[in-house]
Antibody
Framework: EVQLVESGGRLVRPGGSLRLSCAAS????????MSWVRQAPGKGLEWVSG????????GYTDSVKGRFTISRDNAKNSLYLQMNSLRAEDTALYHC????????????WGPGTLVTVSS | DIQMTQSPSSLSASVGDRVSITCRAS??????LNWYQQKPGKAPKLLIY???SLQSGVPSRFSGSGSGTDFILTIGSLQSEDFATYYC?????????FGQGTKLEIK
Protein backbone atom coordinates (compact mmCIF):
# COMPACT_ATOMS: atom_id res chain seq x y z
CA GLU A 1 0.00 0.00 0.00
CA VAL A 2 1.29 3.43 -0.96
CA GLN A 3 1.89 5.62 2.08
CA LEU A 4 3.01 9.23 2.21
CA VAL A 5 3.46 10.86 5.59
CA GLU A 6 4.41 14.50 5.96
CA SER A 7 6.06 16.12 8.96
CA GLY A 8 7.71 19.36 10.00
CA GLY A 9 4.79 21.76 9.99
CA ARG A 10 4.43 24.19 12.91
CA LEU A 11 3.82 27.80 13.87
CA VAL A 12 6.55 30.08 12.54
CA ARG A 13 7.03 33.85 12.50
CA PRO A 14 6.90 35.83 9.24
CA GLY A 15 10.32 35.80 7.66
CA GLY A 16 11.18 32.49 9.29
CA SER A 17 12.20 29.17 7.78
CA LEU A 18 10.89 25.64 7.93
CA ARG A 19 11.77 22.30 6.37
CA LEU A 20 9.00 19.86 5.55
CA SER A 21 9.62 16.17 5.05
CA CYS A 22 7.59 13.42 3.40
CA ALA A 23 8.33 9.76 4.10
CA ALA A 24 7.25 7.42 1.31
CA SER A 25 6.64 3.70 1.49
CA UNK A 26 4.82 0.94 -0.35
CA UNK A 27 6.23 1.75 -3.80
CA UNK A 28 9.54 2.21 -5.61
CA UNK A 29 10.15 5.84 -4.70
CA UNK A 30 12.74 6.58 -7.36
CA UNK A 31 10.36 5.54 -10.13
CA UNK A 32 8.13 8.56 -9.50
CA UNK A 33 8.11 12.30 -9.68
CA MET A 34 6.78 13.99 -6.57
CA SER A 35 5.12 17.28 -5.70
CA TRP A 36 3.99 19.48 -2.86
CA VAL A 37 0.40 20.76 -3.02
CA ARG A 38 -1.00 23.12 -0.40
CA GLN A 39 -4.43 24.07 0.82
CA ALA A 40 -5.02 27.25 2.80
CA PRO A 41 -7.67 26.91 5.54
CA GLY A 42 -11.10 26.66 3.94
CA LYS A 43 -9.65 27.21 0.46
CA GLY A 44 -8.85 25.20 -2.64
CA LEU A 45 -5.78 23.30 -3.80
CA GLU A 46 -2.59 24.93 -5.07
CA TRP A 47 0.35 23.13 -6.65
CA VAL A 48 3.52 24.48 -5.03
CA SER A 49 6.46 22.56 -6.43
CA GLY A 50 7.46 19.36 -8.21
CA UNK A 51 10.57 17.28 -8.76
CA UNK A 52 11.42 14.52 -11.22
CA UNK A 53 12.29 10.97 -10.14
CA UNK A 54 16.02 11.71 -10.26
CA UNK A 55 15.84 15.15 -8.73
CA UNK A 56 17.36 16.52 -11.91
CA UNK A 57 14.49 18.87 -12.71
CA UNK A 58 12.32 20.97 -10.43
CA GLY A 59 9.47 23.44 -10.84
CA TYR A 60 7.73 26.01 -8.67
CA THR A 61 4.69 28.18 -8.70
CA ASP A 62 5.61 31.85 -9.09
CA SER A 63 4.66 32.89 -5.55
CA VAL A 64 7.32 30.63 -3.98
CA LYS A 65 10.14 30.90 -6.53
CA GLY A 66 13.35 31.99 -4.86
CA ARG A 67 11.98 31.19 -1.40
CA PHE A 68 11.17 27.46 -1.46
CA THR A 69 13.43 24.59 -2.57
CA ILE A 70 12.22 21.07 -3.26
CA SER A 71 14.60 18.14 -2.97
CA ARG A 72 14.58 14.39 -2.50
CA ASP A 73 16.76 11.61 -1.11
CA ASN A 74 15.96 8.41 -2.98
CA ALA A 75 18.14 6.36 -0.62
CA LYS A 76 15.89 7.46 2.25
CA ASN A 77 12.61 7.39 0.28
CA SER A 78 12.05 10.98 1.31
CA LEU A 79 10.88 14.25 -0.19
CA TYR A 80 11.64 17.66 1.28
CA LEU A 81 10.52 21.26 1.01
CA GLN A 82 12.82 23.96 2.38
CA MET A 83 10.72 27.06 3.00
CA ASN A 84 12.47 30.41 3.61
CA SER A 85 11.21 33.97 4.00
CA LEU A 86 7.80 32.68 5.01
CA ARG A 87 4.78 34.92 4.66
CA ALA A 88 1.31 34.87 6.19
CA GLU A 89 -0.08 33.75 2.81
CA ASP A 90 2.01 30.57 3.01
CA THR A 91 -0.21 29.37 5.86
CA ALA A 92 -1.71 26.09 4.66
CA LEU A 93 -1.87 22.35 4.96
CA TYR A 94 0.99 21.03 2.84
CA HIS A 95 0.41 17.70 1.10
CA CYS A 96 3.06 15.50 -0.41
CA UNK A 97 1.72 13.94 -3.61
CA UNK A 98 2.97 11.29 -6.02
CA UNK A 99 2.87 12.12 -9.68
CA UNK A 100 1.27 9.58 -11.97
CA UNK A 101 3.59 7.75 -14.34
CA UNK A 102 2.00 9.04 -17.52
CA UNK A 103 1.16 12.62 -16.80
CA UNK A 104 1.25 15.37 -14.20
CA UNK A 105 -1.68 14.18 -12.13
CA UNK A 106 -1.43 13.15 -8.49
CA UNK A 107 -2.41 9.57 -7.78
CA UNK A 108 -1.49 9.33 -4.10
CA TRP A 109 -1.54 11.98 -1.39
CA GLY A 110 -0.39 12.26 2.19
CA PRO A 111 -2.70 13.66 4.89
CA GLY A 112 -0.65 16.85 5.09
CA THR A 113 1.30 18.86 7.64
CA LEU A 114 0.07 22.26 8.81
CA VAL A 115 2.24 25.33 8.42
CA THR A 116 1.05 28.46 10.19
CA VAL A 117 2.87 31.73 9.59
CA SER A 118 1.90 34.29 12.17
CA SER A 119 3.44 36.74 14.60
CA ASP B 1 -1.06 30.82 -15.77
CA ILE B 2 -4.02 28.78 -16.98
CA GLN B 3 -7.16 29.59 -15.02
CA MET B 4 -9.54 26.73 -14.26
CA THR B 5 -13.15 27.65 -13.54
CA GLN B 6 -15.65 25.14 -12.20
CA SER B 7 -19.41 25.44 -12.23
CA PRO B 8 -21.42 25.33 -10.21
CA SER B 9 -19.49 26.22 -7.03
CA SER B 10 -22.03 24.25 -5.04
CA LEU B 11 -24.70 21.76 -5.89
CA SER B 12 -27.49 20.08 -3.95
CA ALA B 13 -28.65 16.67 -5.09
CA SER B 14 -30.28 13.49 -3.84
CA VAL B 15 -29.08 9.91 -3.68
CA GLY B 16 -29.73 8.33 -7.05
CA ASP B 17 -29.48 11.58 -9.00
CA ARG B 18 -27.23 11.99 -12.01
CA VAL B 19 -25.08 15.09 -11.66
CA SER B 20 -22.55 16.89 -13.80
CA ILE B 21 -19.82 19.35 -12.89
CA THR B 22 -18.20 21.55 -15.52
CA CYS B 23 -14.61 22.74 -15.67
CA ARG B 24 -13.44 25.38 -18.13
CA ALA B 25 -9.82 26.24 -18.90
CA SER B 26 -8.70 29.74 -19.90
CA UNK B 27 -6.86 28.23 -22.88
CA UNK B 28 -6.77 24.90 -24.63
CA UNK B 29 -5.28 22.11 -22.53
CA UNK B 30 -5.95 19.27 -24.97
CA UNK B 31 -7.01 16.33 -22.80
CA UNK B 32 -4.74 17.14 -19.84
CA LEU B 33 -7.51 17.38 -17.31
CA ASN B 34 -7.87 15.48 -14.05
CA TRP B 35 -10.57 15.24 -11.38
CA TYR B 36 -10.27 14.77 -7.61
CA GLN B 37 -12.67 14.17 -4.76
CA GLN B 38 -12.00 15.56 -1.30
CA LYS B 39 -13.94 14.82 1.86
CA PRO B 40 -13.67 17.02 4.97
CA GLY B 41 -10.42 16.50 6.87
CA LYS B 42 -9.08 14.11 4.24
CA ALA B 43 -6.54 14.28 1.44
CA PRO B 44 -7.81 14.59 -2.13
CA LYS B 45 -8.37 11.37 -4.06
CA LEU B 46 -7.74 11.01 -7.79
CA LEU B 47 -10.89 9.97 -9.65
CA ILE B 48 -10.19 10.54 -13.34
CA TYR B 49 -7.04 11.43 -15.27
CA UNK B 50 -6.46 12.50 -18.85
CA UNK B 51 -10.09 13.65 -19.16
CA UNK B 52 -11.74 10.24 -19.17
CA SER B 53 -9.49 7.52 -17.71
CA LEU B 54 -10.88 6.06 -14.51
CA GLN B 55 -8.33 5.66 -11.73
CA SER B 56 -8.02 2.13 -10.39
CA GLY B 57 -10.59 1.37 -7.71
CA VAL B 58 -12.90 4.25 -8.57
CA PRO B 59 -16.53 3.21 -9.19
CA SER B 60 -17.73 3.20 -12.78
CA ARG B 61 -20.53 5.66 -11.97
CA PHE B 62 -17.83 8.35 -12.30
CA SER B 63 -17.01 9.42 -15.84
CA GLY B 64 -15.30 12.31 -17.56
CA SER B 65 -15.48 13.90 -20.97
CA GLY B 66 -14.38 16.93 -22.93
CA SER B 67 -11.39 18.36 -24.73
CA GLY B 68 -9.72 21.68 -25.40
CA THR B 69 -11.22 24.08 -22.88
CA ASP B 70 -14.44 22.44 -21.70
CA PHE B 71 -14.70 19.35 -19.53
CA ILE B 72 -17.38 17.54 -17.56
CA LEU B 73 -17.35 15.18 -14.60
CA THR B 74 -20.50 13.09 -14.40
CA ILE B 75 -21.65 10.93 -11.51
CA GLY B 76 -24.17 8.46 -12.89
CA SER B 77 -26.18 7.66 -9.79
CA LEU B 78 -25.22 9.47 -6.61
CA GLN B 79 -24.38 7.41 -3.57
CA SER B 80 -24.20 8.76 -0.02
CA GLU B 81 -20.40 8.50 -0.03
CA ASP B 82 -20.16 10.81 -3.07
CA PHE B 83 -21.10 13.95 -1.15
CA ALA B 84 -17.80 15.81 -1.11
CA THR B 85 -15.91 18.61 -2.85
CA TYR B 86 -14.65 18.00 -6.38
CA TYR B 87 -11.68 19.69 -8.04
CA CYS B 88 -10.46 19.72 -11.60
CA UNK B 89 -6.74 20.20 -12.37
CA UNK B 90 -4.90 20.88 -15.61
CA UNK B 91 -1.66 19.02 -16.27
CA UNK B 92 -0.90 20.69 -19.61
CA UNK B 93 1.63 23.20 -18.38
CA UNK B 94 3.24 24.39 -15.17
CA UNK B 95 1.99 25.74 -12.82
CA UNK B 96 -0.49 22.88 -12.61
CA UNK B 97 -3.58 24.78 -11.59
CA PHE B 98 -6.77 23.58 -9.94
CA GLY B 99 -10.33 24.77 -10.18
CA GLN B 100 -11.86 26.45 -7.15
CA GLY B 101 -13.88 23.36 -6.27
CA THR B 102 -17.51 22.25 -6.42
CA LYS B 103 -19.16 21.28 -3.16
CA LEU B 104 -21.75 18.55 -3.65
CA GLU B 105 -24.27 18.50 -0.84
CA ILE B 106 -27.22 16.35 0.06
CA LYS B 107 -30.60 17.87 -0.81
Amino acid sequence: EVQLVESGGRLVRPGGSLRLSCAASGFTFDDYGMSWVRQAPGKGLEWVSGITWSGGSTGYTDSVKGRFTISRDNAKNSLYLQMNSLRAEDTALYHCARRGLGDYYFDSWGPGTLVTVSS
Amino acid sequence: DIQMTQSPSSLSASVGDRVSITCRASQSISSYLNWYQQKPGKAPKLLIYSTSSLQSGVPSRFSGSGSGTDFILTIGSLQSEDFATYYCQQSFITPYTFGQGTKLEIK
